[in-house]
């Protein structure tokens, strides 16, 4: 009798102990679903001797479900953001537009004409650019890489802007070697584009550009340095930002999109790209892994 007695506490102690496990488990796993709700939801290492498989899954999914619902609502947000940029920035040519139309029916005047004409080119550019920019931003844009020399790219692109130089005597000195790697010859060169406009637009006239293209011990790199002015270490960081001009671009052309829109096509490379300051010069260092 006291062996059977013996037999049914060690049974009950068992059971009690298992339903104290399995009590404690379900109190986690309630908690865990509640940190679920309120968004608080993180990702551990779980112990499969503690949880059972349904519960691990389950905890997976719900961190899974609640990943998704943050890269859906960071989605919103930038088109929230574009939707207000395009707002923001189409609002100047708009008005000017329908200012000059106006003039246009009462009194037709042929430089009224080229005024619309250039507010709609005006407009057409700031679109498409800015539709560039999410495009690249949102993943949109895939790449097509293929064996392409940067060296060419580059010469191609200073040809684009030989009337520029001109126009404001500014002499380039390249130094460039053969780097031939995989990339988007379409998409690299508007990169490129964009940083030889913007070190021609900020260069003083009479001054020089200096180009190099050269490989390194780890890298594929582009370097173009500029003297520049009005342009300091705290200001630095921002210039790769959307929409950013500094002081000095108040009087240019431009939507400071350029650089934004450069450092997403050189990351999307795999690149990389960086702004340094030295004895009023600016130098944008753009490097690819080999």
């Known amino acids: 009798m006291a062996i059977l007695i013996g ?3 060690i049974i009950i102690g068992i059971i009690l102990y298992k339903y104290i496990v399995l009590r404690n488990e379900m109190r986690e796993f ?3 679903i509640d940190d679920a709700i309120d968004g608080n939801l993180e990702i551990t290492k779980f112990d499969e001797k503690e949880l059972s498989k349904i519960k691990s899954k389950l905890i997976k999914f719900l961190y899974a479900s609640q990943v998704k619902e943050m890269k859906i609502n960071t989605e919103k947000n930038k088109t929230k ?3 207000a940029d395009i707002s923001h920035q189409t609002k100047t040519p708009i008005t000017n537009l329908s200012l000059y139309i106006s003039l246009l029916e009462d009194n037709p005047k042929d430089e009224y004409i080229e005024i619309i004409k250039y507010e709609l080119d005006k407009l057409k550019f700031l679109i498409d650019t800015l539709v560039k920019s999410s495009r690249l931003e949102s993943d949109i844009i895939v790449l097509q890489k293929n064996p392409a020399n ?6 191609e692109v200073l040809e684009e802007f030989k009337a520029l130089l001109r ?7 390249l130094k460039d070697e053969d780097l031939i790697f995989d990339l988007d010859e379409r998409w690299l060169k508007e990169a490129i584009h964009n940083l030889v406009d913007n070190a021609i637009k900020y260069s003083p006239n009479s001054t020089n550009i200096n180009i190099s293209v050269y490989k390194s011990y780890l890298n594929y790199n582009l370097d173009i340095e500029n003297k520049c002015i009005d342009l300091s270490e705290e ?5 790769f930002e959307r929409f950013y001009r500094g002081r000095n671009s108040v009087y240019k052309d431009g939507l400071g999109l350029g650089l934004f829109i450069a450092r997403e096509i050189i ?7 960086k702004a340094s300051l030295k004895e009023n010069k600016i130098k944008f260092s753009v490097d690819f892994p080999l």
């Not at 940067?150 to 010469?155: A, E, F, H, S």
């Not at 126009?167 to 000195?173: A, F, L, N, V, W």
């Open 30 to 32: 309630s908690d865990y």
């Open 81 to 83: 953001d574009l939707i």
């Open 235 to 239: 200001t630095l960081p921002k210039i």
């Open 150 to 155: 940067l060296k060419d790219l580059v010469r």
């Open 167 to 173: 126009e404001k005597d500014i002499k380039i000195t």
């Open 267 to 273: 990351e999307k490379h795999g690149g990389n790209i």
């Open 7 to 9: 037999l049914l506490l």
